[in-house]
């Protein structure tokens, strides 16, 4: 009697690692991934260890609260999220010069190069830094002229319950603000918006930033109330 063939059971596993491969390229090349919105700006990086925060006057700070209602509290004041950009912005360039509103100090071509002289001459290792710092704003100068530096910081706090809809809409308005305030000065110095700035004018653009920079502190999410 002849004996039954054997039947070879063995898988190839380098067809099914083929196969693998080729549904996975069709699964990524037919599907449409869920990207609803987002931030319109990206987030600092977390604080590092050991690490002091520095120290601010009231004045200097816009104090942004967001409770489990998404309920707003601005520098104390409970207000709609629709009037959140233009605070914001009066905080930012104080322009009245008002005297609960930040500071400012007036960034002339002579004080740039006074502190620059000063740092260059000076051993303390931070200086190097500072001196960075000091350089770009005489750059700035020479571009736009003599400006205004703000000593404004927005400081963010949500609560642990804040929805998601509303921590975006509070953070793309606090961008809006400062996007606003450099289209306005990019559209006096240069005839076009700051956001119609090519990478070719890469010195308009940090001119730009180096007058209204972006300064948001979010602290981590805790119970927040708001008291009406």
């Given at each position: 009697m002849a004996k039954g063939r054997k039947i070879d059971t063995e898988i190839?596993?380098?067809?099914?690692?083929?196969?693998?491969?080729?549904?996975?390229?069709?699964?990524?090349?037919?599907?449409?991934?869920?990207?609803?919105?987002?931030?319109?700006?990206?987030?600092?990086?977390?604080?590092?260890?050991?690490?002091?925060?520095?120290k601010f006057k009231e004045r200097n700070v816009f104090v942004v609260l967001v409770n489990a209602n998404d309920q707003l509290l601005v520098e104390g004041e409970l207000i709609d999220i629709s009037q959140l950009r233009e605070k914001a912005k009066e905080f930012i360039e104080n322009p009245m010069n008002k005297e609960d509103l930040p500071e400012k100090v007036e960034i002339t071509k002579a004080l740039c190069q006074q502190k620059i002289a000063q740092l260059k001459s000076s051993d303390d290792p931070a200086a190097k830094e500072e001196l960075k710092k000091w350089e770009k704003k005489l750059q700035t100068v020479e571009l736009i002229g003599p400006y205004w530096e703000s000593k404004q910081v927005i400081s963010l706090q949500n609560d642990r319950g804040t929805s998601y809809d509303m921590y975006i809409q509070v953070q793309n308005e606090l961008a809006a603000a400062y996007?606003?305030?450099?289209?306005?000065?990019?559209?006096?110095?240069?005839?076009?918006?700051?956001?119609?700035?090519?990478?070719?004018?890469?010195?308009?653009?940090?001119?730009?930033?180096?007058?209204?920079?972006?300064?948001?502190?979010?602290?981590e999410p805790k119970n927040t109330q708001i008291n009406q």
């Open positions: 190839n596993a380098s067809s099914m690692a083929d196969i693998a491969f080729l549904l996975l390229v069709f699964f990524l090349v037919t599907t449409t991934m869920d990207t609803d919105y987002g931030l319109a700006r990206l987030l600092p990086p977390p604080p590092e260890e050991n690490v002091t925060p520095p996007n606003e305030l450099r289209d306005e000065l990019s559209m006096k110095k240069f005839g076009k918006k700051f956001s119609e700035l090519t990478q070719s004018e890469k010195d308009k653009i940090n001119a730009i930033k180096t007058v209204y920079p972006q300064r948001i502190s979010e602290a």
